[in-house]
């Protein structure tokens, strides 16, 4: 016994060994690419007893496959301003795994964007795609274009440039774009024209698109009430819920509003939301329609918000909002914005879960730190997969040429979020972790893309 128990843990050491030798790999292949060494490592860590379990996986060398993307695709964005002056962007698409589907993923604008962030959003979509139980691979793309201060000439002009050179790589059955940070229904409209002046009219190559001319009912909203359909499922399991609680909600874009509307919907007060500049406090809880105005409409900052709501506080620095106390956190903005410092005041100030709707949104050491602390956490590639589950529900509309009512795709979402939560949760469990969704979602994920893989050859 005693012998067995022994092999046992030397062949577990030696599996994490082979582990460690892969991720050092891709350090020194994708050298300088924080955030993607980052999103890697917590998937590796997820897989050790997978991997233990699962010889195969090994013999096919499915990590070192897996981490590598299908294509990598960086073109030049050239537009010209309202000055005539010409300016340069650096264009990316990253096709990172049809085990299971077409290539699937939003388009990210914003200055910051780079091969590592597009590799890491890439990475997470194969995992995220799969959870949702829909034949979608993983892919992701943008642009260091900053939509901020903009004409909407400009923005047009930026986007029918960046989509002469995407249209040669996409298509409704091989990969198909949808929004992100800095692109909603405008930018998905003008992708979408020049498109269609290229190749024809084919729906199905961009999901997001206005309702109009084949977007789907819910999808804006998929995204943060599926966040706060996937939270609910893990407070209920809990003997919780959003009715009654305190909730800060970061960021104050498409997945933040949505996810403070179907929040308070369940009964929540949400006291704070933000966005790149500072953030917004209001004791009695926010006015969303007043957010809504200023961000939808009037498109300006979340400060504006006290001009007509003296009771709330405006504070800058968008990371102070994490300061507030509160019973739910959902971080909606950006990836990193809790780091351990602020997961550690979250967790004095009381709070009792977590639930991301931005992509890693927390640090490693941040999600560590809840974990330690027993905090509810709901990681990001499974609590915000209902904004790709309504674009691939907006894609099977498109090809069955109709049109299901709001209520219909709610309850579709509604329907895919619990059982993304519940096939998780059922992962952690198998694989002695129990509680651990971070472990759980990252573990379902990957075996149906790893075991595709396999059926499909070394490919
Ligand atoms: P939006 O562009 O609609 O909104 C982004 C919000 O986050 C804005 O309030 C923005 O503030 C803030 N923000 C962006 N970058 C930063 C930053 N570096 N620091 C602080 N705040 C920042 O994007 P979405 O709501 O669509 O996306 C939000 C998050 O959700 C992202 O992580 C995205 O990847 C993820 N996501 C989105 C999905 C979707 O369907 N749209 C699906 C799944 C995940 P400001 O206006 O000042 O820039
Ligand atoms: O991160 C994401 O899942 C998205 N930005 C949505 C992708 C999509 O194809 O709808």
Same mark, same amino acid.
């Given at each position: 016994?005693?012998?067995?128990?022994?092999?046992?843990?030397?062949?577990?050491?030696?599996?994490?060994?082979?582990?460690?030798?892969?991720?050092?790999?891709?350090?020194?292949?994708?050298?300088?690419?924080?955030?993607?060494?980052?999103?890697?490592?917590?998937?590796?860590?997820?897989?050790?007893?997978?991997?233990?379990?699962?010889?195969?996986?090994?013999?096919?060398?499915?990590?070192?496959?897996?981490?590598?993307?299908?294509?990598?695709?960086?073109?030049?964005?050239?537009?010209?301003?309202?000055?005539?002056?010409?300016?340069?962007?650096?264009?990316?698409?990253?096709?990172?795994?049809?085990?299971?589907?077409?290539?699937?993923?939003?388009?990210?604008?914003?200055?910051?964007?780079?091969?590592?962030?597009?590799?890491?959003?890439?990475?997470?979509?194969?995992?995220?795609?799969? +959870? #949702? =139980?829909?034949?979608? *691979?993983? $892919?992701?793309?943008? /642009?260091?274009?900053?939509?901020? %201060?903009?004409?909407?000439?400009?923005?047009?002009?930026?986007?029918?440039?960046?989509?002469?050179?995407?249209?040669?790589?996409?298509?409704?059955?091989?990969?198909?774009?949808?929004?992100?940070?800095?692109?909603?229904?405008?930018?998905?409209?003008?992708?979408?024209?020049?498109?269609?002046?290229?190749?024809?009219?084919?729906?199905?190559? +961009? #999901? =997001?698109?206005?309702? *109009?001319? $084949?977007?789907?009912? /819910?999808?804006?909203?998929?995204? %943060?009430?599926?966040?706060?359909?996937?939270?609910?499922?893990?407070?209920?399991?809990?003997?919780?819920?959003?009715?009654?609680?305190?909730?800060?909600?970061?960021?104050?874009?498409?997945?933040?509003?949505?996810?403070?509307?179907?929040?308070?919907?369940?009964?929540?007060?949400?006291?704070?939301?933000?966005?790149?500049?500072?953030?917004?406090?209001?004791?009695?809880?926010?006015?969303?329609?007043?957010?809504?105005?200023?961000?939808?409409?009037?498109?300006?900052?979340?400060?504006?918000?006290?001009?007509?709501?003296?009771?709330?506080?405006?504070?800058?620095?968008?990371?102070?909002?994490?300061?507030?106390?509160?019973?739910?956190?959902?971080?909606?903005?950006?990836?990193?914005?809790?780091?351990?410092?602020?997961?550690?005041?979250?967790?004095?100030?009381?709070?009792?879960?977590?639930?991301?709707?931005?992509?890693?949104?927390?640090?490693?050491?941040?999600?560590?730190?809840?974990?330690?602390?027993?905090?509810?956490?709901?990681?990001?590639?499974?609590?915000?997969?209902?904004?790709?589950?309504?674009?691939?529900?907006?894609?099977?509309?498109?090809?069955?040429?109709?049109?299901?009512?709001?209520?219909?795709?709610?309850?579709?979402?509604?329907?895919?979020?619990?059982?993304?939560?519940?096939?998780?949760?059922?992962?952690?469990?198998?694989?002695?972790?129990?509680?651990?969704?971070?472990?759980?979602?990252?573990?379902?994920?990957?075996?149906?893309?790893?075991?595709?893989?396999?059926?499909?050859?070394?490919?």
């Amino acid at each position: 016994m005693i012998t067995v128990e022994k092999n046992q843990s030397m062949y577990t050491e030696s599996v994490q060994n082979y582990v460690s030798q892969v991720f050092e790999t891709v350090k020194n292949r994708n050298p300088n690419e924080s955030e993607f060494h980052q999103a890697v490592k917590e998937v590796f860590d997820s897989l050790i007893p997978v991997l233990v379990k699962n010889p195969q996986y090994i013999s096919q060398a499915i990590l070192e496959r897996i981490v590598e993307p299908e294509r990598v695709i960086s073109f030049r964005v050239p537009w010209v301003d309202n000055q005539g002056n010409v300016r340069v962007n650096r264009g990316f698409r990253v096709q990172y795994s049809s085990a299971i589907g077409p290539y699937k993923g939003g388009l990210r604008f914003h200055p910051s964007v780079n091969a590592s962030i597009i590799k890491f959003l890439g990475f997470e979509q194969i995992f995220k795609n799969s +959870l #949702t =139980g829909q034949p979608i *691979g993983g $892919g992701k793309g943008g /642009a260091d274009f900053d939509p901020k %201060g903009k004409s909407d000439g400009e923005i047009m002009r930026f986007c029918q440039s960046f989509m002469i050179e995407l249209s040669k790589y996409i298509g409704p059955d091989t990969d198909v774009p949808a929004g992100d940070i800095g692109v909603g229904s405008k930018e998905i409209g003008f992708l979408f024209g020049q498109y269609k002046k290229m190749r024809g009219s084919l729906a199905g190559v +961009l #999901t =997001g698109k206005g309702l *109009g001319y $084949g977007g789907s009912l /819910a999808r804006k909203e998929a995204t %943060g009430y599926g966040t706060v359909y996937f939270v609910e499922e893990m407070l209920k399991d809990n003997n919780l819920s959003f009715e009654g609680s305190t909730v800060v909600v970061s960021g104050s874009g498409n997945v933040s509003i949505y996810a403070i509307e179907k929040a308070m919907k369940l009964g929540a007060k949400v006291v704070a939301c933000s966005d790149s500049n500072g953030y917004i406090y209001d004791k009695n809880g926010l006015n969303l329609e007043a957010v809504k105005r200023i961000k939808e409409v009037e498109k300006k900052r979340i400060s504006t918000y006290v001009t007509d709501h003296p009771e709330a506080i405006y504070s800058e620095n968008c990371n102070g909002i994490w300061t507030v106390p509160c019973d739910i956190a959902l971080p909606c903005a950006t990836q990193n914005e809790i780091d351990q410092k602020s997961a550690e005041l979250l967790v004095s100030n009381g709070v009792k879960a977590i639930g991301e709707g931005a992509n890693m949104p927390s640090t490693l050491e941040a999600v560590e730190t809840f974990l330690e602390n027993n905090i509810l956490f709901a990681p990001s590639k499974a609590a915000n997969a209902g904004g790709v589950s309504v674009s691939a529900l907006e894609m099977a509309q498109n090809s069955a040429r109709l049109y299901w009512t709001f209520e219909e795709v709610d309850s579709k979402l509604h329907a895919i979020m619990k059982s993304i939560y519940q096939n998780s949760k059922k992962a952690a469990q198998e694989y002695n972790a129990p509680g651990n969704l971070v472990v759980g979602a990252n573990i379902a994920g990957f075996i149906k893309v790893a075991d595709a893989m396999i059926e499909q050859g070394v490919i």
